[in-house]
């Protein structure tokens, strides 16, 4: 079956230092999308990469899709408490079906 | 626009017990989806529809239904509720993107508790 798997699984950081988290999908993706949970809350869509290497920034957030198509990272810069939360990817497989990754809860300590 | 909208909330059922969660988008969106998520877990595909009249089942189907009457509805049917089915269950919607599928946008979800 698809799998999208992501590390790490845990990440503590300190407020100003950087993350970044690795998502690996087991096939081709057409596009790949990422988001945002924050505690007791609901997945948040952050942004959606379709192009072999495409690199795209939101603020301090730069999400890259990989040139095999296979692959993603997020990586935050100086991170703020703000950024609490767990960050999932997502791949489309067989057109429709929306697969999640394990995802990766990040911690930041002020 | 409401968005996704889940009810209930948060519901507790007795193992055997039948109940169907409701959720509704008024985006008017063609794909839906049902997920789950365990505590401390990731979010597992149970069935979705590419369209009214339209599901098929996702990672984790077994002791599931879903139908599609209409484009703003795609109801979660519990058939026999299990300890097994303890968990925070979303609900999301999209649509197609020049051939991709887009982003979701997902309900506050629905706390189920089987005793």
């Known amino acids: 079956g698809q799998q999208v798997m992501q590390i790490p699984q845990y990440q503590h950081v300190q407020e100003g230092e950087d993350f970044t988290t690795y998502c690996n999908s087991s096939?081709?993706?057409?596009?790949i999308q990422w988001y945002k949970q924050r505690p007791g809350g609901h997945p948040v869509f952050l942004i959606q990469?379709?192009?072999?290497?495409e690199v795209k920034k939101q603020k301090r957030l730069t999400f890259q899709f990989g040139e095999a198509k296979k692959n993603s990272s997020l990586h935050i810069t100086a991170t703020q408490t703000t950024d609490v939360g767990t960050y999932f990817c997502?791949?489309?497989?067989?057109?429709?079906?929306?697969?999640f990754g394990t995802g990766t809860r990040l911690q930041v300590f002020p | 626009n409401a968005g996704v909208t889940q009810t209930p909330k948060f519901q507790v059922l007795k193992t055997g017990q039948s109940m169907t969660l409701q959720c509704a988008q008024d985006?008017?969106?063609?794909?839906m989806s049902w997920y789950r998520q365990d505590p401390g877990m990731g979010l597992r595909l149970i069935h979705y529809?590419?369209?009214?009249?339209?599901?098929d089942q996702g990672e984790v189907p077994n002791g599931y239904n879903v139908s599609r009457s209409t484009t703003e509805d795609f109801p979660l049917r519990l058939l026999s509720a299990a300890p097994s089915q303890t968990s925070v269950y979303f609900c999301?919607?999209?649509?197609?993107?020049?051939?991709?599928?887009?982003?979701?946008?997902f309900g506050s979800g629905t706390r189920l508790t089987v005793v």
């Open positions: 997502a791949g489309p497989y067989n057109t429709d079906k929306l697969i």
């Open positions: 990469l379709v192009k072999s290497g």
């Open positions: 999301a919607s999209s649509y197609s993107n020049i051939g991709n599928l887009y982003g979701y946008t």
């Open positions: 985006m008017n969106h063609e794909y």
């Open positions: 529809s590419v369209g009214a009249g339209i599901t």
């Open positions: 096939t081709t993706l057409s596009n």
